[in-house]
């Protein structure tokens, strides 16, 4: 079993940016592809980015691409994603999640393991 817990939300202006961290429990973090998805009020949950095994690949949605950077650090059993350039639409619970697999997804029903989100609200 593998708990993800998940930080660094919190309210920004736009423009601005925010660092969101994943810790997860147990020794097979690093066999893991890891992903972030969000879920905007009234909306459903979307995929935000994924990152391989080894940090080596890594996917974006179209809307975050070019202002968000997934990144890994096996070491610390810790996923990131940077974001900048915030909008009001990024606005919503950003989820961590593993899949018991290397490879990257973007489809939710591919990972195995959830956190339970932090919010990220972005002001107009």
């Known amino acids: 079993q593998v708990q993800l817990v998940e930080s660094g939300g919190g309210l920004v202006q736009a423009g601005g940016s925010l660092s969101l961290s994943c810790v997860a429990s147990g020794r097979t973090f690093s066999s893991y592809a890891m992903g972030w998805f969000r879920q905007a009020p009234g909306k459903e949950r979307e995929f935000v980015a994924t990152i391989n095994w080894s940090g080596s690949t890594v996917l974006y949605a179209d809307s975050v691409k070019g202002r968000f950077t997934i990144s890994r650090d096996n070491a610390k059993n810790t996923m990131y994603l940077q974001t900048a350039n915030l909008k009001s639409e990024d606005t919503a619970v950003y989820y961590c999640?593993?899949?018991?697999?290397?490879?990257?997804?973007?489809?939710?029903?591919?990972?195995?393991?959830w956190g339970q989100g932090t919010q990220v609200t972005v002001s107009s």
């Open positions: 999640a593993a899949r018991r697999q290397p490879f990257t997804r973007t489809t939710q029903s591919d990972y195995d393991y």
